[in-house]
């Protein structure tokens, strides 16, 4: 045995559960879900549910115990016969009632349970788990132990229902195969040699004869045998039991076997051995791929993209990520070029919720058609065969105006490729591309909040690379410096015009400063003086000084007010004929000023009115010369 082979079936032993925690082997009732059916026989219950394909209702104990029971059993009428007369059968084993040995109470309870946990495995994985088991192996450990095991024989598949929240449960037959208890066959026959009977065709199928079949097989087992009359609603699993047996090289033909697989041999064995990606990481995309030749049908990105670009030449590969970053549409992707190129796809995965969302993408696309749900709750050999039917009814799916969109898609690729080039492209000589300088720009505006910045003239930026590295190193230069001289205005050599100082200036530099500091103090003590004569606070700052002194300049400035009524009421009641009067004051004051030197003090005091009519009325005239009062 190679080491493929070796690694493939110690993988295939782990799925293999034959220990007694599988209720396939060793079946107990569990405390709040499942039902124990008693009273009634399994071929009566096979011929009902499965070839008459009819509904089966619980019953619980035959008197309500409590009063519990008895509002249960009015408000959901758990006792009615149902109205169709072919259900009017009274016989105890031939009728569509379950019988079994709990109140109405811990039925319901019982039922609601089980309803609610079997939703949550088909929602979830999509699998029906539950099955009604007809006929239980009761079997020993060893021929020493005292523990009596049961295991079921046939499981028929069902699901539980109910019309409304006020009805009553019932059991219906899925419609998928019977299944049988292949765990207890290959533990009966890996630890006892004992190979039991498989179940024959559901058309074929007689229980007497099979649990007969079953009993002769078990014959040299002391204290072993088939219960015939037990019935049990309960929850079982076979997936990892049929991957078990799928993956038995036995079961496959020579040129096929699973560990001859290109796939299972790098899985298990050397190791996958994949070339690099035709596209590299720095290689412009579009150049590789012709977009007439993809069937993208739902948006990708560009690693998106290469990932089915890279599936496409047969690489083998692992996508990974977080929600959200896009999985489900790479996988859409792929079926959809898988499709494009006429080959199948088998789409596997663990949870239910994400097979429906890649079902969901590929219906919205219009390729929902091409897609045969196979392992689901829903499927069985009837509703497959109708499905196939249904699609190859369909006909060859018609495009129309492929040329003009993948014309339109063409132009609007090559659009922006070319604003992405342009963006990316060094300015000049710079080395600086668009794309970092208005990243740079945004940045610092986000920085500096409320500054306004200069606009950035792209046409105007001619340095070259090496200016564009000496000026921002200069530009750092003088941050630093910033940074510890703190705001320019602020500092005390603000306005110096002094560009060199050397060492030799520092004595000179101590004496004016010593000067500068006595002529403070004095400064300081006057002002002091001074606002104490004006009744101010004394000043300690260069403004509240220059408040001082301007105080004192209007105080000298004052005119003298001796003899005057400053308390007079006339200087608020008559306020406007005091400015006009000041006004005409400002004025004459004005007038004797340009007019002084011209005039003799006595034309002053002259009445001018007659002498201003004459010019009035003479001026104008070009004979005026000639008038005597002229």
Same mark, same amino acid.
């Given at each position: 045995?190679?080491?493929?082979?070796?690694?493939?079936?110690?993988?295939?032993?782990?799925?293999?559960?034959?220990?007694?925690?599988?209720?396939?082997?060793?079946?107990?009732?569990?405390?709040?879900?499942?039902?124990?059916?008693?009273?009634?026989?399994?071929?009566?219950?096979?011929?009902?549910?499965?070839?008459?394909?009819?509904?089966?209702?619980?019953?619980?104990?035959?008197?309500?115990?409590?009063?519990?029971?008895?509002?249960?059993?009015?408000?959901?009428?758990?006792?009615?016969?149902?109205?169709?007369?072919?259900?009017?059968?009274?016989?105890?084993?031939?009728?569509?009632?379950?019988?079994?040995? %709990?109140s109405l109470a811990e039925l319901q309870r019982r039922l609601l349970n !089980?309803? %609610?946990?079997?939703?949550?495995?088909?929602?979830?994985?999509?699998?029906? !788990?539950?099955?009604?088991?007809?006929?239980?192996?009761?079997?020993?450990?060893?021929?020493?132990?005292?523990?009596?095991?049961?295991?079921?024989?046939?499981?028929?598949?069902?699901?539980?229902?109910? !019309?409304?929240?006020?009805?009553?449960?019932?059991?219906?037959?899925?419609?998928?195969?019977?299944?049988?208890?292949?765990?207890?066959?290959?533990?009966?026959?890996?630890?006892?040699?004992?190979?039991?009977?498989?179940?024959?065709?559901?058309?074929?199928?007689?229980?007497?004869?099979? +649990?007969?079949?079953?009993? +002769?097989?078990?014959?040299?087992?002391?204290?072993?045998?088939?219960?015939?009359?037990?019935?049990?609603?309960? +929850?079982?699993?076979?997936?990892?039991?049929?991957?078990?047996?799928?993956?038995?090289?036995?079961?496959?033909?020579?040129?096929?076997?699973?560990?001859?697989?290109?796939?299972?041999?790098?899985?298990?064995?050397?190791?996958?051995?994949?070339?690099?990606?035709?596209?590299?990481?720095?290689?412009?995309?579009?150049?590789?791929?012709?977009?007439?030749?993809?069937?993208?049908?739902?948006?990708?990105?560009?690693?998106?993209?290469? /990932?089915?670009?890279?599936?496409?030449?047969?690489?083998?590969?692992?996508?990974?990520?977080?929600?959200?970053?896009?999985?489900?549409?790479?996988?859409?992707?792929?079926?959809?070029?898988?499709?494009?190129?006429?080959?199948?796809?088998?789409?596997?995965?663990?949870? #239910?919720?994400?097979?429906?969302?890649?079902?969901?993408?590929?219906?919205?696309?219009?390729?929902?058609?091409?897609?045969?749900?196979?392992?689901?709750?829903?499927?069985?050999?009837?509703?497959?065969?109708?499905?196939?039917?249904?699609?190859?009814?369909?006909?060859?799916?018609?495009?129309?105006? +492929?040329?003009?969109?993948?014309?339109?898609?063409?132009?609007?690729?090559?659009?922006?490729?070319?604003?992405?080039?342009?963006?990316?492209?060094?300015?000049?000589?710079?080395?600086?591309?668009?794309?970092? /300088?208005?990243?740079?720009?945004?940045?610092?505006?986000?920085?500096?909040?409320?500054?306004?910045?200069?606009?950035?003239?792209?046409?105007?930026?001619?340095?070259?690379?090496?200016?564009?590295?000496?000026?921002?190193?200069?530009?750092?230069?003088?941050?630093?410096?910033?940074?510890? #001289?703190?705001?320019?205005?602020?500092?005390?050599?603000?306005?110096?015009?002094?560009?060199?100082f050397l060492p030799n200036d520092s004595a000179q530099l101590e004496q004016?400063?010593?000067?500068?500091?006595?002529?403070?103090?004095?400064?300081?003590?006057?002002?002091?003086?001074? /606002?104490?004569?004006?009744?101010?606070?004394?000043?300690?700052?260069?403004?509240?000084?220059?408040?001082?002194?301007?105080?004192?300049?209007?105080?000298?400035?004052?005119?003298?007010?001796?003899?005057?009524?400053?308390?007079?009421?006339?200087?608020? #009641?008559?306020?406007?004929?005091?400015?006009?009067?000041? %006004?005409?004051?400002?004025?004459?004051?004005?007038?004797?000023?340009?007019?002084?030197?011209?005039?003799?003090?006595?034309?002053?005091?002259?009445?001018?009115?007659?002498?201003?009519?004459?010019?009035?009325?003479?001026?104008?005239?070009?004979?005026?010369?000639?008038?005597?009062?002229?």
């Amino acid at each position: 045995m190679n080491s493929v082979q070796a690694k493939l079936e110690a993988s295939r032993q782990e799925l293999l559960d034959l220990g007694l925690r599988n209720k396939l082997i060793n079946y107990w009732p569990l405390k709040t879900r499942g039902v124990e059916i008693v009273d009634e026989l399994p071929e009566h219950v096979y011929q009902i549910l499965v070839q008459a394909d009819r509904a089966m209702y619980f019953l619980p104990k035959p008197e309500p115990e409590t009063e519990n029971d008895k509002d249960i059993a009015e408000q959901m009428d758990w006792f009615a016969l149902p109205e169709d007369d072919e259900e009017r059968d009274f016989a105890r084993h031939t009728d569509n009632r379950l019988q079994t040995g %709990y109140s109405l109470a811990e039925l319901q309870r019982r039922l609601l349970n !089980t309803y %609610y946990t079997a939703r949550t495995y088909i929602e979830e994985q999509g699998v029906n !788990t539950l099955y009604l088991a007809l006929g239980m192996l009761q079997w020993y450990e060893s021929e020493s132990s005292e523990i009596q095991r049961q295991a079921p024989l046939v499981l028929v598949p069902v699901e539980l229902k109910r !019309t409304s929240v006020r009805a009553r449960f019932h059991v219906r037959y899925t419609g998928e195969d019977l299944g049988t208890n292949l765990s207890l066959q290959a533990r009966v026959e890996s630890d006892f040699s004992v190979r039991l009977p498989s179940l024959p065709e559901d058309d074929e199928l007689d229980f007497p004869h099979y +649990f007969q079949e079953v009993d +002769f097989a078990v014959l040299r087992l002391p204290r072993w045998s088939v219960d015939t009359s037990a019935i049990a609603l309960g +929850f079982f699993s076979f997936a990892k039991f049929l991957m078990y047996r799928d993956l038995d090289a036995q079961n496959w033909p020579e040129e096929a076997s699973p560990n001859q697989h290109p796939i299972l041999q790098s899985v298990l064995g050397t190791g996958f051995q994949e070339p690099d990606s035709v596209i590299g990481d720095d290689d412009h995309i579009d150049q590789h791929i012709n977009p007439a030749q993809t069937h993208h049908v739902v948006d990708a990105d560009s690693s998106q993209t290469l /990932a089915i670009y890279d599936v496409s030449q047969g690489r083998n590969l692992v996508i990974q990520g977080p929600p959200g970053t896009g999985k489900s549409q790479t996988i859409t992707n792929l079926i959809a070029e898988a499709i494009g190129k006429r080959k199948r796809v088998l789409f596997v995965a663990e949870k #239910m919720a994400a097979l429906e969302v890649v079902k969901r993408n590929l219906d919205r696309v219009g390729l929902g058609d091409a897609c045969l749900e196979l392992h689901s709750h829903k499927m069985n050999k009837r509703a497959v065969i109708d499905e196939l039917k249904r699609t190859l009814e369909l006909g060859q799916p018609k495009v129309t105006a +492929f040329a003009q969109e993948l014309e339109i898609l063409v132009n609007n690729r090559d659009r922006l490729n070319r604003y992405c080039d342009a963006v990316n492209t060094p300015i000049g000589e710079s080395d600086i591309t668009p794309y970092h /300088a208005f990243g740079t720009l945004l940045t610092v505006e986000r920085r500096l909040s409320g500054v306004e910045l200069p606009t950035l003239n792209l046409h105007q930026f001619q340095h070259s690379a090496a200016e564009f590295r000496q000026g921002l190193a200069i530009t750092e230069e003088l941050q630093t410096l910033l940074k510890r #001289m703190g705001t320019p205005i602020a500092h005390p050599f603000w306005g110096s015009q002094c560009k060199i100082f050397l060492p030799n200036d520092s004595a000179q530099l101590e004496q004016f400063a010593e000067e500068a500091r006595g002529g403070v103090l004095a400064l300081k003590n006057s002002s002091a003086q001074l /606002a104490q004569q004006l009744k101010l606070p004394a000043p300690d700052t260069l403004e509240a000084i220059e408040r001082v002194i301007r105080a004192a300049r209007r105080a000298l400035e004052a005119p003298e007010l001796e003899g005057v009524a400053v308390k007079a009421t006339e200087w608020l #009641m008559q306020s406007e004929d005091l400015e006009t009067g000041l %006004y005409a004051g400002e004025r004459l004051t004005l007038l004797h000023k340009a007019y002084d030197e011209v005039l003799i003090p006595e034309a002053w005091g002259q009445n001018v009115l007659e002498v201003r009519k004459v010019l009035a009325v003479y001026g104008p005239k070009w004979w005026r010369l000639l008038s005597g009062k002229y």
